[in-house]
Each structure stands twice: as C-alpha cells, then as structure tokens.
C-alpha cells in the first residue's frame, strides 16, 4: 500500500476510502471495503473506469498497451490472440494471485514450532482469542472473509461517512459494515481502519477493543497483541523480489 490515508488518482484526485493492500487479496470474500469487487477480476477492471483513479477504458488501456513492442512480445508470448482486453485483465489477475506472503513466524508456530513465538506474543495470542477479536479476524487470511458491522458495541465517527456495505446493497442492514481486513503484514499496511486516519497500530488495537469489542483494554493487554500482530509479517512473494522459477 502507498501508506496515504486516501490515495491519489488522475489530476490529483482523492480518493474517499483507505486503499487496502493487494497481498494475500486471492484469499479475500470479495474485494474492495464494501466488497462491491466479488473477484480479483471485477477489482481489476474498477479502478481503470473509475473517474477518480485512472478515468480510462479497458478499450484505451488496449491501444497504449499495444504501441509497447516489449510488451506486445510478452504477451504473444503468454497468450495466443495476443495483447485484448480480455487478457489485459487476465494478467493483472494472475500476477495479484501471486502476490501471496506465507511463511510468518505466527504460520510456522501452527505448523508446530513451538519456539516460533516468544511469551509475549503467545499471550498476546491467547489474549486474541480470549478477548473475542478471532471471532472477525480469522481464516487462512486472518480476516477477509466476513463483513462486520465498524462500531458494534458504540458508534465511532471521526469525520468519516463511509456507508460502507449499504452503498453496494442498499440494505439498511448493510450501513457501515466493511470487510474484515486481513491481518497479515498489518505491521506493513498503515495508517489503519476503511478512514485511513489511525496512524498506530497499538491505537488501532485500541479502537477496536473499544467499538467492536466493549472493552477497555489494558496497555498491558495492547503491547501484547501488538507483539502477536508483529508475527505475522510472511515472506514476500518470489514476483515481487524478481525471482522467477
């Protein structure tokens, strides 16, 4: 992620929602905050006609693409018919699937290593399940396969009218509920919430006691978690690093 509360598109542009990261996104229930993406393909195409973000066509995307000789050799290559639409969106699709970090400390301590964590981070552990947050925050992905209403047990607002889910639906049931985030790399991925306005993770750690959960947690009970949440950072993805098999 580009670590901006709201990211910029054509013109200098704001967008009005946190951009979410696209590592491990394959794993998600659907994409985008509200879920209005039901697969990496359909979140692929959104940003290109987006008026805000790129204010283009898959049709224009095709011809730019195509004055490429690099590229239009890659993808003779790759693909029999060649530089389409159709197989512009194909790629973006097969190369977010790749974006994928296994291999956290957190993944090797469900694997049995049992060194993998120190104390700290196992109470901080044992303290996200005790506490309830595993109830949202859970899967292969450690969240994003769920929608959960922001603000169950009290309302936050900090400026931000988001509708969330309700936008897509139009289901007053829907109003400000998001996906789950994942909560892999969440050391990686600030600032926090679908608002992008929490800078730190121990206060977003915080919030989420607070609003989801009805509790007020200790600073003891924060730096614990905190510590758990640093585990799992995995390994980036062989694309990314440029190596290739």
Not at 60 to 77: H, I
Not at 179 to 199: C, E, F, M, W
Request: charge should be negative; aromatic fraction near 8%.
């Amino acid at each position: 992620v580009d670590g901006l509360a709201l990211s910029f598109g054509v013109g200098g542009a704001q967008g009005v929602i946190n951009t979410p990261t696209v590592y491990n996104a394959t794993f998600n229930i659907a994409q985008f905050w509200d879920g209005r993406a039901k697969d990496l393909k359909a979140q692929a195409i959104g940003p290109i006609h987006n008026p805000i973000e790129m204010n283009t066509s898959l049709e224009e995307v095709a011809k730019k693409l195509a004055k490429d000789k690099t590229l239009v050799q890659a993808f003779n290559r790759a693909y029999q018919d060649g530089i389409t639409q159709e197989n512009i969106i194909d790629a973006i699709v097969e190369f977010e699937k790749a974006l994928i970090t296994p291999g956290s400390r957190f993944d090797k301590f469900l694997q049995g290593d049992s060194k993998a964590l120190s104390k700290s981070e196992l109470d901080g552990y044992k303290l996200f399940k005790s506490h309830g947050c595993i109830s949202c925050h859970n899967g292969v992905n450690i969240g994003g396969n769920l929608y959960q209403k922001f603000g169950i047990v009290k309302e936050y607002r900090d400026g931000d009218n988001h509708q969330g889910r309700f936008n897509v639906t139009q289901d007053e049931e829907d109003r400000r509920f998001f996906k789950v985030p994942s909560l892999r790399n969440i050391s990686q991925t600030a600032p926090y919430l679908h608002s992008g306005r929490v800078d730190e993770l121990k206060k977003a750690i915080e919030i989420m006691g607070l609003y989801q959960l009805g509790k007020r947690l200790s600073e003891d009970e924060i730096d614990k978690i905190h510590s758990f949440l640093l585990t799992l950072d995995g390994e980036l993805p062989a694309i990314v690093k440029g190596d290739r098999e």
